[in-house]
């Protein structure tokens, strides 16, 4: 069965791209909380706080390209 989201894809070892990713998700988390849309920005303030945690525990750098 595929995850959902595969952090530890290789698609995510460029740096840049699991910061764009992080970064989306909050900053559109922070748009829906100015929107007044609360359970969407806690969603995707969620949703982004733990992709960025996977991101920072994970070592790409130790992972076979696939």
Known sequence: MR???????AFYAPLWIRV????????????ELSQGAYIWALIFLAV???CGWRFVTIDY???PDT
């Open 20 to 31: 764009a990713v992080t970064a989306v998700l909050v900053l559109w988390g922070v748009f």
């Open 3 to 9: 995850k959902f989201l595969d952090h530890e894809s």
């Open 61 to 63: 750098s130790s992972k």
């Open 48 to 50: 982004g706080a733990v």
